[in-house]
């Protein structure tokens, strides 16, 4: 079955760095598109990046874009994201995802909280 593993999380500094990764199992991984989202208390999931199956296309929010870097490792099944230049609102739980037909896919999440 798909599972998705999310690590890296934890506690950083504003304008501290993290690196979060994502590791599946059951699926073909290289024939899918990978998405990060995130979840802050009291508010609804939001997207955060993108990368298509082989990485060749990448898609940012407004409010991550160079800051964040999603890249995708085929052989080893994982999908990262790079934050650098973190702040507070940055705060959330962080999720990977993946679209295979009609389902998406989750991982249980990992917490990133930026915080002095």
């Known amino acids: 079955q798909v599972q998705l593993v999310e690590s890296g999380g934890g506690l950083v500094q504003p304008g501290g760095s993290l690196r979060l990764s994502c590791a599946t199992s059951?699926?073909?991984?290289?024939?899918?598109?990978m998405n990060w989202y995130r979840q802050a208390p009291g508010k609804e999931r939001e997207f955060v990046a993108f990368i298509s199956n082989f990485g060749s296309v990448t898609n940012y929010s407004d409010s991550v874009k160079g800051r964040f870097t999603i890249s995708r490792d085929n052989a080893k099944n994982t999908v990262y994201l790079q934050m650098h230049s973190l702040k507070p609102e940055d705060t959330a739980m962080y999720y990977c995802s993946v679209k295979r037909g009609p389902r998406t896919y989750w991982g249980q999440g990992t917490q990133v909280t930026v915080s002095s």
């Open positions: 059951g699926f073909t991984f290289s024939s899918n598109a």
